[in-house]
């Protein structure tokens, strides 16, 4: 038995990894390139190579530096990953806003769902049919937060909490 199966079945009953890949627009390039061959290539290679189920949040500024940078490799991984079923994609809104504080200001709402859907656009458009997200019911959301996801979504939202 693989080191990666051992693990998975120790924990799939009260566990979930969730990877959060996130880098800010102004990030530059430098550091997109080091962050990815030390932390992204690694990762999205040895995900598309074993069978280890996470989730996988990926946003639309590290999607446009990838591509930007010709970085696809990494994407290319995590396709491949998420087509055998091995990742499962999380949605999120686009520049890694608090949404909380953005439903608190005028309008907030309807950038949160610009956002979503700017997000959803772009990784649907670069992984295909297997851009299939859930958003994540984070914990401390307050009930206008998602109640705004959900009506501004057609993604189902999982909730995180385990009880062990």
Not at 82 to 105: D, M
Not at 107 to 114: M, W
Request: hydrophobic share 40%.
């Amino acid at each position: 038995m693989d080191v990666s199966t051992e693990i998975q079945q120790k924990t799939s009953d009260f566990l979930l990894h969730l990877y959060h890949l996130y880098q800010p627009p102004h990030q530059s390039d430098d550091w997109i390139f080091l962050i990815a061959d030390q932390c992204y290539r690694p990762l999205s290679r040895w995900l598309a190579q074993n069978n280890f189920p996470v989730a996988i949040n990926i946003s639309y500024s590290l999607i446009k530096h990838l591509r930007r940078l010709r970085l696809e490799d990494i994407i290319e991984n995590l396709g491949e990953a998420a087509e055998k079923g091995t990742i499962e994609f999380t949605g999120s809104a686009a520049y890694h806003p608090i949404l909380p504080l953005l439903l608190s200001h005028k309008g907030g709402e309807s950038e949160v769902k610009r956002q979503i859907e700017l997000n959803d656009r772009l990784n649907r458009e670069v992984f295909g049919n297997v851009w299939k997200p859930a958003l994540p019911q984070n914990c401390h959301l307050p009930q206008k937060s998602l109640f705004c996801l959900k009506s501004q979504s057609s993604a189902p939202i999982v909730s995180l909490k385990a009880d062990l």
